[in-house]
């Protein structure tokens, strides 16, 4: 019977109908988009063979000057419909190197015909000998050493799973002795390309890309190596079947050569990329290695070229090849968010990885107007504008330019959203500035959207439970951010602190649990954690090591414990209201950094400023209540009547958050 003469083909449970173009599942309709049914009839068509990419390239996409990327990404969201097969196989596999295949037993009829099975269709259950010894070939081939960067990582690897290399090795020379090896050594041969694809059975992958090291290193080129796998962990958010880590976890990795396998454990991920550039003139040479560090093997030497003036092009066909090597089940929803995150402008795209560049080193005014020329030039760069909002909430808050900033970052945010509103970065940006500017209770819908459609967004749920902190749930603030933390032990490592601890009064906890970064604002927390425990003399070594190290808004309020510390009270009031008139002239609204303004006032015993500024600190978002009301730092003005009243306002919208949320 030819294929030509059949009309259904019938695999799992799943019915294709090759003239409607139309997949059922148990009689059901399953929407599959029109390039997706003409990858899928071409595999189905030639099920248990190999079909090379370039032939459903130029089958599929024979206009497209470049569709390597959206064939990627079609695969992957085929693999989403379809799911497993009912042996718990995947539906297609990828060969490296070679193509794709069809892996489920097909059979196939006419109308009015029972359904007949077709040799020529059989999946890989019952591939030929040939086919087989294909399979075990290849095995032997990348099991030489050749793909490997650690012998002894894999040599164990691969006796704690029973010696599998080593069993090929042996049985391929045997090979034509016995059908049965035949079907063992498919049988393994399925195996290990599950095992080789960490994406398909092991459950979600946690990958990190390190910053991209310049082979020729120049100041005018240095700014891709950070920037680029910036722009390429962006373009991966968001996926059920991966967490990736934010690239400021890799930022300490910038321009020295790391061992794989201690990145990974430091970043605690099973999956690193590693690069490196090269230009020359308008050309630029870009290599790629993705590792399976659990494994110790080189999943992928990825080496491509492109123009300079292209640059886009490097995280779409880096992004691509990730998602097709780890063969990652992207839903419709997902391939098709991942189609929309660039620009084809390449001068609003060099612009925008210069100034996430900038954002990365901590230099958010130098990043602003880079950004705001990318979006300049192109309006509708979604994710650009995202990062802009982020340069702008954090030049607000850190650098004290206020009000004006932060009304900026929203209308970044909101175009952004409006762009695309499926980005997870805008989301996340922009919940973290409605809490700090007093619309918590806006903020949190937003997050819970996140996670519903993806629990895994490990910022997501830290910025959840810093809102739930500032609005004095601190239970709930508390699972929260230990969920996150479950997800990404690092999350928000280098920007954020775990205050619900200090602000239940688990002292040591909250130290033991601060990040180990040698960041200022993390220097000022340990102060702070010191402080409480009435450790002065170390607190005051961290606030001046802070301040010494940036003096921004924290560190300028620790400066002002350290001296109260030291009995120099005058220097302390002359330093704390100077920065009580720049938050006052400049509209600062980081409630929670305007409360420890009021702390600093009542240690120094200035009720009535202390008084003052915890209002403000209240009515602009931070009602924490229980922690409010029996602070340590503040005992010297809860016997004054205007502490109680302003307790009953924060009890108020606490209590009446809870009711809202709860």
């Not at 691969?158 to 498919?186: C, D, E, N, P, Y």
């Not at 931070?622 to 016997?639: N, V, W």
Request: charged content about 25%; glycine content about 6%.
């Amino acid at each position: 019977m030819s294929l030509e003469s059949n009309r259904f083909f019938e695999f799992g449970v799943f019915k294709l109908d090759r003239v409607d173009r139309q997949l059922f599942r148990h009689g059901q309709p399953v929407p599959v988009s029109s390039k997706s049914m003409e990858v899928l009839l071409e595999l189905v068509e030639n099920a248990g063979r190999v079909i090379e990419r370039s032939r459903l390239l130029k089958q599929v996409w024979p206009d497209a000057d470049s569709a390597e990327g959206s064939l990627a990404v079609t695969i992957s969201s085929l693999r989403k419909t379809l799911g497993d097969r009912p042996d718990g196989g995947p539906y297609i596999e990828t060969l490296p190197r070679q193509g794709y295949r069809f892996a489920a037993r097909v059979t196939s009829s006419i109308p009015g015909e029972s359904s007949a099975t077709d040799p020529a269709i059989l999946g890989s259950g019952q591939a030929s000998n040939a086919e087989a010894e294909l399979v075990l070939e290849e095995l032997s081939e990348s099991d030489e050493g050749k793909n490997r960067f650690d012998a002894s990582t894999v040599n164990s690897t691969a006796s704690a799973s029973g010696g599998f290399v080593g069993w090929v090795s042996l049985h391929k020379r045997t090979f034509a002795m016995s059908v049965g090896i035949v079907v063992a050594g498919v049988a393994i041969g399925y195996l290990y390309s599950v095992w080789r694809a960490p994406g398909g059975r092991s459950g979600v992958r946690r990958l990190a890309i390190l910053p991209f090291r310049n082979l020729r290193p120049d100041t005018q080129t240095d700014f891709l190596g950070s920037s680029l796998a910036d722009a390429t962990t962006t373009r991966l958010r968001g996926f059920s079947s991966l967490i990736v880590r934010p690239s400021s976890y890799s930022e300490k990795y910038r321009d020295i050569d790391v061992d794989p396998k201690v990145a990974a454990g430091e970043l605690n991920v099973d999956t690193l990329v590693t690069g490196t550039f090269l230009r020359e003139g308008n050309n630029l040479r870009v290599t790629v290695q993705l590792i399976d560090v659990t494994q110790g093997e080189i999943l992928s030497r990825f080496p491509f070229d492109t123009k300079y003036d292209r640059l886009a092009t490097v995280q779409d066909q880096v992004a691509h090849n990730i998602i097709d090597r780890l063969q990652l089940n992207l839903s419709p929803a997902e391939a098709e968010q991942f189609r929309h995150q660039t620009t084809d402008d390449p001068l609003a795209y060099e612009h925008f990885l210069r100034g996430i560049d900038m954002y990365s080193r901590g230099e958010f005014l130098a990043a602003i107007p880079l950004l705001e020329k990318a979006v300049e030039l192109d309006p509708n760069f979604a994710i650009a504008w995202a990062h802009l909002g982020r340069a702008y909430t954090a030049s607000a808050s850190f650098n004290l330019r206020g009000q004006v900033l932060l009304v900026k970052a929203q209308s970044a945010y909101e175009q952004a959203l409006t762009l695309n509103p499926e980005l997870v970065e805008t989301a996340v940006f922009m919940a973290n500035l409605l809490t700090d500017s007093n619309r918590v209770e806006q903020a949190v819908p937003l997050l819970r959207s996140v996670l519903q459609a993806n629990p895994n967004v490990a910022e997501a749920r830290w910025e959840l439970g810093y809102a739930y902190r500032f609005a004095g749930m601190l239970h709930e603030s508390i699972q929260e951010c230990e969920r996150a933390r479950t997800i990404d032990p690092n999350v928000k490592r280098t920007s954020s602190a775990p205050n619900y601890y200090l602000y239940v009064g688990q002292y040591e906890k909250f130290l033991s649990s601060l990040p180990k970064d040698d960041a200022a604002f993390l220097v000022f927390y340990r102060g702070m954690g010191n402080y409480y425990l009435k450790r002065f003399d170390t607190a005051a070594a961290d606030f001046d090591r802070a301040y010494q190290m940036e003096p921004q808004l924290y560190s300028r309020i620790g400066k002002v414990l350290s001296y109260a510390i030291k009995n120099q009270r005058s220097v302390a009031l002359e330093v704390l209201r100077d920065v009580e008139r720049e938050i006052e002239q400049k509209g600062v609204s980081d409630s929670e950094a305007i409360y420890k303004v009021a702390q600093a006032y009542a240690i120094l015993a200035e009720k009535a400023s202390a008084l003052r500024v915890l209002r403000r600190s209240i009515e602009t978002g931070f009602f924490c209540y229980d922690y409010l009301k029996t602070d340590p730092l503040t005992e010297g003005i809860r016997s004054e009547p205007e502490f109680n009243r302003l307790m009953e306002i924060a009890r108020e919208r606490h209590e009446k958050f809870q009711r809202d949320f709860f």
